[in-house]
């Protein structure tokens, strides 16, 4: 064993660093905390890997460019990407080197901007000056082709310190950003087992490099770096002088770039493998002309499924393509632009307070530009609120349209509104839908202009489904039992009296209430929403939780949007009990709360949603509507519902929320806080009159809890409660999913 000493001076070593026993994606950055740091002091470094990609170099870029002005070198073992076509061939007689020439060739993958490409000219000038060689393995049987999937690494300094890692991390951006990946480190200074260990991990890389190792086959292909260097080489580098602009992704997608440096060119993400479904999806929508409708439970990948319907049109029509996105919130657009730069796309976002100032010149000229057909300028995409969707400057950009155009409409459902439904424009030949609950409660004009405009369904994919096939979590649900106090009930009794007077004949001579009763009904339903007795009850059944994170708190019942504004506004009904409910939470239980609503702009909700993640300063969110469509925060575990909400779109979406995958995650729960008139056994003394007017709230609450019910881990233990409610109210007679027993008046809500 050694220690190496040296003396100080400008140089340091990587004895200097703080060098961890491991490190783990989820809890530290990989690339700043362990490549970034050891790189700037290595001089060689050692990869074998399961699969490498140049975008690894966006990843490490800070710490590559000293680490190549050190003069140092890169050794890198890899296995190719081998299809089954490719495995049945080689076992079929035909050449193996020729096979795996093919498949090493199709993983080289086109610049997607200017930056990448400066970043992949490097890569190859790297390989040209033999500073970064690589060598390609398989596993070595007769009775069978396996892949080479060794993951380790060795680092040494001027000084000839070592640095040995080993585990679950590839040379990718996927492994370094997004995985969940761990590493497990050794310094070879340190102690003996270190040493040894470090000593190891080089004899195998040697014997791997050299092709000693009886398990695997290693070669050289000169051909492929040959191809290398004719596609990304684009002029000869001076290493001293690398730009680290090209390396700095702070910028990357922050403007749109005007030069001819970069194209438009939608395209799957070489991480993202789109799952079989959605594929299907797509194809279907390709079938019906490339219109239609994505019905998909929340949390599925309705935004991927969409995205990925942009880059098949694209191909389809030679990248002459107009796309225009409409969402119904701005932290849903921002949460778009996420997405769609993942798929080689720069959108013009437009809103009232969009980064990009200049977002109306951006679509003025792009429209220009594609109408006149200027060369890297024939596709564009414009995404945008429902609201500034709705303004005359958009409408009057969008009918100057002149080529092909696809209108895409997130969260469609809301497009069945009398001011919006009007604005689905035949100037798009193409369409896409996307919603979870398209389906308009309690408006069947809304819902039939949808269908009319969009088409029918390319794909249902039920949440049942998505959590039989694992791509959303099982849940428990927990309905809890609140009454109403008697002065509530009696304005409960008293509303209900004067709704039923607000019967009028529709056009098609069904029975629905006028506009005073469709206002007398929303005061009834902010009464349950707002019912006092369910503080309580959460205070009681969230105190088991209070040293827990990940909570979310769902409060108030209804808001209302207004169309020309780019945001909800919020009843003070609402406020009262989401300030009450703050209140227990973080002054009586102490514990780590915040609000999430619409008063929160962009910065502030990115803040608490990160925070929220994390755990450690905020335990619980409290929100109103501005959860239910759009927002993105997986890491819930246990959701709190006082809204007592009748609409199925709403209650849907809002167990999806809860549904999302997260690491650690294993199922989420959901309490439902059940609001009825009286307790059940005060409920046998009741007129028939009365009974009758009751019946209402029973049969909204009992509708969502059966819903919630059927598709719960612990469905029968949730099933007792509520057959409690229907045996009380004698409602056994009653097909409960459909409710066909109720008058119209009973269905009105």
Same mark, same amino acid.
């Given at each position: 064993?050694?220690?190496?000493?040296?003396?100080?001076?400008?140089? +340091?070593?990587?004895?200097?660093?703080?060098?961890?026993?491991?490190?783990?994606?989820?809890?530290?950055?990989?690339?700043?905390?362990?490549? $970034?740091?050891?790189?700037?002091?290595?001089?060689?470094?050692?990869?074998?890997?399961?699969?490498?990609?140049?975008?690894?170099?966006?990843?490490?870029?800070?710490?590559?460019?000293?680490?190549?002005?050190?003069?140092?070198?890169?050794?890198?073992?890899?296995?190719?990407?081998?299809?089954?076509?490719?495995?049945?061939?080689?076992?079929?007689? %035909?050449?193996?080197?020729?096979?795996?020439?093919?498949?090493?060739?199709?993983?080289?993958?086109? #610049?997607?901007?200017?930056?990448?490409?400066?970043?992949?000219?490097?890569?190859?000038?790297?390989?040209?000056?033999?500073?970064?060689?690589?060598?390609?393995?398989?596993?070595?049987?007769?009775?069978?082709?396996?892949?080479?999937?060794?993951?380790?690494?060795?680092?040494?300094?001027?000084?000839?310190?070592?640095?040995?890692?080993?585990?679950?991390?590839?040379?990718?951006? $996927?492994? +370094?950003?997004?995985?969940?990946?761990?590493?497990?480190?050794?310094?070879?200074?340190?102690?003996?087992?270190? !040493?040894?260990?470090?000593?190891?991990?080089?004899?195998?890389?040697?014997?791997? !490099? *050299?092709?000693?190792?009886?398990?695997?086959?290693?070669?050289?292909?000169?051909?492929?770096?040959?191809?290398? =260097?004719?596609?990304?080489?684009?002029?000869?580098?001076?290493?001293?002088?690398?730009?680290?602009?090209?390396?700095?992704?702070?910028?990357?997608?922050?403007?749109?770039?005007?030069?001819?440096?970069?194209?438009?060119? &939608?395209?799957?993400?070489?991480?993202?493998?789109?799952?079989?479904?959605?594929?299907?999806?797509?194809?279907?929508?390709?079938?019906?002309?490339?219109?239609?409708?994505?019905?998909?439970?929340?949390?599925?990948?309705?935004?991927?499924?969409?995205?990925?319907?942009?880059?098949?049109?694209?191909?389809?029509?030679?990248?002459?393509?107009?796309?225009?996105?409409?969402?119904?919130?701005?932290?849903?657009?921002?949460? !778009?632009?996420?997405?769609?730069?993942?798929?080689?796309?720069?959108?013009?976002?437009?809103?009232?307070?969009?980064?990009?100032?200049?977002? /109306?010149?951006?679509?003025?000229?792009?429209?220009?530009?594609?109408?006149?057909?200027?060369?890297?300028?024939?596709?564009?995409?414009?995404?945008?609120?429902?609201?500034?969707?709705?303004?005359?400057?958009?409408?009057?950009?969008?009918?100057?349209?002149?080529?092909?155009?696809?209108?895409?409409?997130?969260?469609?459902?809301?497009?069945?509104?009398?001011?919006?439904?009007?604005?689905?424009?035949?100037?798009?030949?193409?369409?896409?839908?996307?919603?979870?609950?398209?389906?308009?409660?309690?408006?069947?004009?809304?819902?039939?202009?949808?269908?009319?405009?969009?088409?029918?369904?390319?794909?249902?994919?039920? =949440?049942?489904?998505?959590?039989?096939?694992?791509?959303?979590?099982? %849940?428990?649900?927990? &309905?809890?039992?609140?009454?109403?106090?008697?002065?509530?009930?009696?304005?409960?009794?008293?509303?209900?009296?004067?709704?039923?007077?607000?019967?009028?004949?529709?056009?098609?001579?069904?029975?629905?209430?006028?506009?005073?009763?469709?206002?007398?009904?929303?005061?009834? #339903?902010?009464?349950?929403?707002?019912?006092?007795? /369910?503080?309580?009850?959460?205070?009681?059944?969230?105190?088991? %939780?209070?040293?827990?994170?990940?909570?979310?708190?769902?409060?108030?019942?209804?808001?209302?949007?207004?169309?020309?504004?780019?945001?909800?506004?919020?009843?003070?009904?609402?406020?009262?009990?989401?300030?009450?409910? $703050?209140?227990?939470?973080?002054?009586?239980?102490?514990?780590?709360?915040?609000?999430?609503?619409?008063?929160?702009?962009?910065?502030?909700?990115?803040?608490?949603?990160?925070?929220?993640?994390?755990?450690?300063?905020?335990?619980?969110?409290?929100?109103?509507?501005?959860?239910?469509?759009?927002?993105?925060?997986?890491?819930? /575990?246990?959701?709190?519902?006082?809204?007592?909400?009748?609409?199925?779109?709403?209650?849907?979406?809002?167990?999806?929320?809860?549904?999302?995958?997260?690491?650690? /995650?294993?199922?989420?729960?959901?309490?439902?806080?059940?609001?009825?008139?009286?307790?059940?056994?005060?409920?046998?003394?009741?007129?028939?009159?009365?009974?009758?007017?009751?019946? $209402?709230?029973?049969?909204?609450?009992?509708?969502?809890?059966?819903?919630?019910?059927?598709?719960?881990? *612990?469905?029968?233990?949730?099933?007792?409660?509520?057959?409690?409610?229907?045996?009380?109210?004698?409602?056994?007679?009653?097909?409960?999913?459909?409710?066909?027993?109720?008058?119209?008046?009973?269905?009105?809500?």
């Amino acid at each position: 064993m050694h220690y190496w000493s040296y003396e100080v001076g400008d140089y +340091m070593s990587f004895q200097d660093l703080d060098v961890k026993k491991e490190y783990r994606s989820k809890l530290v950055s990989i690339s700043n905390e362990f490549y $970034t740091p050891i790189l700037k002091e290595a001089i060689t470094y050692d990869r074998a890997v399961g699969f490498f990609s140049s975008t690894a170099l966006i990843m490490i870029a800070n710490g590559l460019i000293p680490f190549i002005n050190n003069g140092g070198n890169i050794r890198l073992i890899a296995s190719p990407r081998l299809s089954d076509e490719d495995i049945t061939a080689i076992k079929a007689g %035909y050449a193996k080197r020729g096979v795996v020439v093919q498949a090493l060739l199709r993983s080289l993958y086109d #610049a997607a901007d200017f930056k990448e490409s400066q970043r992949l000219n490097l890569l190859a000038n790297l390989i040209a000056d033999k500073r970064l060689d690589i060598k390609i393995a398989l596993v070595n049987s007769e009775s069978k082709m396996g892949m080479y999937h060794e993951k380790m690494g060795v680092f040494e300094d001027k000084f000839g310190n070592k640095i040995a890692f080993t585990g679950s991390m590839n040379e990718s951006l $996927t492994a +370094m950003d997004i995985n969940y990946e761990s590493i497990d480190v050794y310094c070879d200074w340190k102690n003996q087992d270190n !040493w040894e260990r470090v000593q190891n991990k080089i004899k195998a890389f040697e014997a791997i !490099w *050299n092709n000693e190792d009886s398990s695997v086959e290693t070669m050289d292909f000169p051909e492929v770096k040959e191809k290398i =260097l004719n596609k990304y080489k684009k002029e000869e580098i001076c290493y001293e002088e690398i730009k680290q602009h090209y390396f700095d992704e702070s910028d990357k997608f922050e403007e749109i770039n005007n030069t001819d440096d970069y194209v438009n060119i &939608p395209r799957i993400p070489y991480n993202v493998r789109l799952h079989d479904y959605q594929i299907k999806a797509i194809e279907n929508w390709k079938i019906n002309k490339y219109t239609g409708i994505f019905d998909m439970a929340t949390g599925t990948g309705k935004t991927y499924t969409g995205l990925g319907a942009v880059v098949a049109l694209s191909e389809y029509v030679h990248n002459q393509l107009a796309v225009i996105i409409a969402c119904p919130y701005q932290h849903l657009v921002e949460q !778009w632009v996420e997405d769609i730069k993942k798929f080689n796309i720069k959108p013009i976002i437009g809103y009232s307070n969009s980064r990009q100032k200049n977002w /109306k010149s951006l679509l003025e000229n792009a429209v220009r530009d594609q109408k006149l057909k200027v060369k890297k300028r024939e596709f564009f995409c414009f995404i945008t609120t429902n609201a500034t969707y709705s303004t005359e400057f958009v409408q009057n950009q969008i009918n100057k349209i002149r080529g092909s155009a696809l209108l895409i409409i997130d969260e469609a459902h809301n497009f069945g509104a009398e001011s919006l439904r009007n604005l689905l424009n035949n100037k798009f030949q193409y369409r896409l839908a996307l919603s979870a609950t398209l389906d308009r409660h309690c408006d069947e004009e809304g819902t039939a202009s949808l269908y009319n405009y969009f088409g029918t369904k390319c794909i249902e994919y039920t =949440l049942e489904q998505a959590i039989e096939e694992g791509k959303l979590t099982k %849940y428990k649900y927990y &309905p809890v039992i609140v009454t109403l106090e008697d002065e509530e009930r009696e304005r409960y009794d008293a509303l209900t009296i004067q709704i039923q007077k607000c019967f009028i004949k529709n056009k098609k001579g069904k029975f629905a209430l006028n506009e005073k009763g469709k206002r007398l009904a929303l005061t009834r #339903a902010r009464l349950v929403a707002g019912a006092v007795n /369910k503080l309580a009850a959460l205070e009681r059944e969230i105190s088991p %939780y209070i040293h827990d994170k990940h909570i979310l708190v769902y409060c108030g019942a209804t808001t209302i949007t207004d169309f020309n504004q780019d945001y909800t506004i919020i009843e003070e009904e609402e406020l009262r009990q989401i300030d009450a409910v $703050t209140s227990i939470l973080g002054n009586k239980l102490n514990m780590k709360v915040s609000q999430f609503t619409s008063n929160e702009d962009i910065e502030e909700r990115v803040i608490l949603k990160n925070e929220f993640s994390k755990g450690d300063n905020l335990q619980a969110l409290i929100a109103i509507k501005c959860l239910d469509e759009g927002v993105n925060i997986p890491k819930i /575990k246990v959701a709190f519902i006082l809204a007592s909400t009748t609409n199925p779109k709403e209650y849907i979406q809002r167990r999806g929320r809860v549904l999302r995958l997260a690491e650690g /995650k294993d199922y989420a729960e959901i309490y439902d806080f059940i609001t009825l008139p009286r307790k059940l056994e005060k409920v046998p003394s009741l007129t028939e009159e009365r009974m009758k007017r009751e019946l $209402t709230l029973v049969k909204n609450e009992l509708s969502r809890a059966k819903e919630f019910a059927r598709l719960a881990m *612990n469905g029968s233990q949730a099933n007792i409660i509520i057959d409690d409610i229907i045996e009380a109210y004698d409602l056994q007679k009653y097909d409960i999913e459909n409710w066909e027993g109720f008058s119209d008046e009973y269905k009105s809500e």
